[in-house]
């Protein structure tokens, strides 16, 4: 077992101890921490509204299931924000697995055509064949250095399994 805890392992684009293979993997920083906030403001605004509306004389009875409904409300908008949460890039051997918030893909090496990050862009793409693309929301330019740390590491891993992909020059002129 290795002494360095699983998120040190992932800050440095090394494999995880649990899923071998691959070599890098990131996850955006502040979008977490915004969408913690908000899930966790969402539910306490809810909460709030459900105690609120039984003291004051709105002409309408609110009973216990109506407070138990706004509640419930609040914590599925939260678990629906929170999905965001799930949203990550790896690559490796296998090829570059993206994760959104819904689903994940895996996209094999054969079918990577390049990588680019446009600069009217917040985040990069990973170019597909027929000049189809898809967005790499882990790495934002809303994180700054730590984006700009990631997209050279995912760079450096496309750069080893497919070096023509690597290039932004070369992939912008197919």
């Known amino acids: 077992m290795s002494a360095e805890p699983d998120g040190a392992a992932r800050a440095t684009g090394s ?48 009973g216990v299931p109506d407070q138990l409904a706004f509640v419930v409300t609040g914590l599925i908008f939260a678990g629906v924000l929170l999905t965001l949460l799930r949203i990550r890039v790896r690559a490796g051997s296998a090829g570059v697995e993206i994760t959104g918030p819904m689903r994940s893909r895996v996209w094999p090496w054969e079918d990577v055509v390049g990588l680019t990050f446009p600069r009217s862009s917040f985040w990069p793409r990973l170019e597909l064949p027929a000049y189809e ?7 934002q ?34």
Not at 34 to 54: C, G, N, P, S
Not at 141 to 154: I, K, P, Q, S, Y
């Open 133 to 139: 693309h898809v967005g790499i929301w882990a790495i």
């Open 141 to 174: 330019t809303f994180d700054g250095a730590d984006g700009v740390e990631a997209m050279a590491r995912l760079r450096d891993v496309v750069r080893e399994h497919k070096p023509s992909a690597a290039d932004p020059e070369t992939v912008a002129d197919r």
């Open 15 to 62: 494999p995880s101890a649990t899923e071998p293979g691959w070599e890098f993997e990131h996850r955006p920083t502040r979008m977490r921490r915004v969408v913690t906030v908000l899930a966790v403001v969402i539910v306490l605004v809810h909460i709030v509204w459900a105690i609120i509306l039984v003291r004051g004389d709105t002409g309408v009875t609110i």
